[in-house]
């Protein structure tokens, strides 16, 4: 017989509700001892320490890292399972072709099935959050249940956690119950389970990042796109930057990339050495949610307070920024150790690995020293180009929305859509090379509308449709581009040097919304001649320069085609005048298409 479980907190008293849905939960999963998370720095710190005697997480060498510690997950639980995470909704057709679907019903019955006892000689967690800043209209709270103490950690940097939350949970009435459990960590025992009618969350099996942190993917954008499309807004995958020119002028513009293709890197850019007197301040690198304004502008929130980034790649020449936030205070996860007991990943310049992600010594035969999808999290607030616009409760005005994807050919480098709709239908028919984010083959080209495929929390036919909605409420919508950092010549070597040199690209998409720069009309959009675009100083070739922004028209009418067959898969609900948009691109690239033979 299990002990009666102890409630350990005066905050079990703040939300009726909440506790009542612990006291349930706890019956059916059976924990040791009940800890309501309050969100201190003490209470971080006690956990912190718990999980170091307990060997679960390492410290860094803590002079030249001070704060750092290195946690090693599960070697078969190392990213997100796109084939084991389901939306579950009363009817097959709201989840759409684009999720896996379960009746609510059969998903409970399995979930608790695997959720009975299973906690037992464990911990339960509550870990109350909002997501967004906590004084803000926009922002949502939720709570999390989990039996992990590196997961409490996590939530701790990436949102705003504890009692300020429970607070505003009591008073909203209303938040979003988030269930975890690691089990046993078999991948044979793990789902991730949404109920967006329920406004509800299952993950059991696994430890990770978006499988596990219930507040980010799950909440923030799988849930939210939900109620978003509810109650008239937007939860996308998007970073949110604010560049300011040396006039001290600044745009804030928010971009959908897929996983690992390069969100934090642009929310933290460096400006390029040419570029005296610019700066950069990031608001969001993940996620941000999108609302109309009265004044009929977009404005933006990031609904988290910490970075989940990926690690490899990061150095002081590609984001200074990250590497200099990432000194102290992190969390890392799944990099390798030099001898000296500092982290190391493939892309740091100096320092030799001794041991890889899996605690084996580093042996380069076997693999890499840091696992691909390797991560690193800490508080937003160590970043040098924090926005003080970070935390406005009415977000930030977004004057350009930019969707891209890694595209080894085909995508130039940039263009614009030719207004909001032919924007959605950019959006929608964004394709990007997979990456280790999640598991499954890497680079191979597939479909990822908005770099929403994964984290979509109903039918994208219902979904384009309600990106058009937004953006007929707008009376000054943000323009609409799209970007390609990856495009590569012949030999496999990127045509673009990217990262701190991506704000010349940047500097010509506000241009374009302020209606000061060139372009040139072409098949998919307005595109920069050679001479719009300042390659200053960047010594790059004209004939890439030439490349990076050539249009195809053979190969665009194959694509047109190609995204027409995708969109044909949902059928009857696919907004007729997405239909129309893609039947005019497909007419506007055949008018420009030699005649074959
Ligand atoms: P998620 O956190 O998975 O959503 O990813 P993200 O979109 O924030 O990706 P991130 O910025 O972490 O970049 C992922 C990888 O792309 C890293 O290895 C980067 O070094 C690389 N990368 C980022 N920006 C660029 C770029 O401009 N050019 C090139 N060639 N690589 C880039
Ligand atoms: C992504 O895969 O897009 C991420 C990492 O941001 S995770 O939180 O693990 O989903
Ligand atoms: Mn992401």
Redesign the pocket.
Known sequence: MATAPQHLSTLASLSREVSAWVDEVATLTLPDSIYWCDGSDAEFQSLERKLIAAKELLPLDQQTHPGCMLYRSDPTDV??VEHLTFVCTKQREDAGPNNHWLSPAQAHRQMDDLFRGCMRGRTLYVVPYCMGPIDSPYSRCGVEITDSAYVVLNMKLMTRMGRPALERIARDGKFVKGLHSTGDLNPERRFIMHFPEELSIKSFGSG????A?LG??CHALRIASWQARTEGWLAE?MLIVGIENPQGEVHYVACAF???CGKTNLAMLIPPASYAGWKVWTVGD?IAWLHPGKDGRLYAINPESGY?GVVPGTNAKTNRNAFDTIRKDTIFTNVGVTADNQPWWEGLPEGEPVVDWQGQPYDPSKGPAAHP?S?FTVAAKQNPAYSKLADAPNGVPISALVFGGRRRTLAPLVYQARNWLHGVLVGAGVASETTA??TGAVGVVRRDPMAMK??AGYNFADYWSHWINVGAKLKSPPQIFHVNWFRQDQGGKFLWPGFGENLRVLRWIIDRCKGSAGAQETAIGYLPAASDLDTQGLGLAPAALEELLTVDPGLWKTEFEGIGAYLEEFGERLPQALKGELAQALRRVQATTPAAG
Do not use: E, Q, V
């Open positions: 990213a997100r990770y990042g978006g499988n942190l980010k993917k995958h897929p996983s690992a993940d989940f999808n991560r984010a999640a994964p984290f």
